[in-house]
Nanobody
Framework: QVQLQESGPGLVKPSQTLSLTCTVS??????????WNWIRQPPGKGLEWMGS???????AYSPSLKSRTSFSRDTSKNQFTLQLSSVTPEDTAGYFC???????????????WGKGTLVTAPS
């Protein structure tokens, strides 16, 4: 059973960088053809895909967040990380990591989610 667990500070001051780590158990982040996503949900709003890092280390970013977002991974710890710079109160959200598989060249949707962590950037 694959499990994902987000970790990081729950409070980030405006203009600082938000850093979150997702620890994966029950499966390797380097196994083809899995992609490891970051998804967020502001209070009262819908889900927003932030981007992903793939089994081969390749990254993809949401165009709206690309200038502020960076993904990395530590394969020895089976972890991947999110950094979001220049945080504003609008970045207050529940942040989730999630696994997605690619089948015949197409993403098939998320099959495992972390429980999520609330990050607040106060005004």
């Amino acid at each position: 059973q694959v499990q994902l667990q987000e970790s990081g500070p729950g409070l980030v001051k405006p203009s600082q960088t938000l850093s979150l780590t997702c620890t994966v158990s029950g499966g390797s982040i380097t196994t083809a053809y899995y992609f490891w996503n970051w998804i967020r949900q502001p209070p009262g709003k819908g889900l927003e895909w932030m981007g992903s890092i793939g089994y081969n280390g390749g990254t993809a970013y949401s165009p709206s967040l690309k200038s502020r977002t960076s993904f990395s991974r530590d394969t020895s710890k089976n972890q991947f990380t999110l950094q979001l710079s220049s945080v504003t109160p609008e970045d207050t959200a529940g942040y989730f990591c999630a696994r997605e598989v690619e089948v015949f060249g197409s993403r098939s949707g998320v099959d495992y989610w972390g429980k999520g962590t609330l990050v607040t950037a106060p005004s």
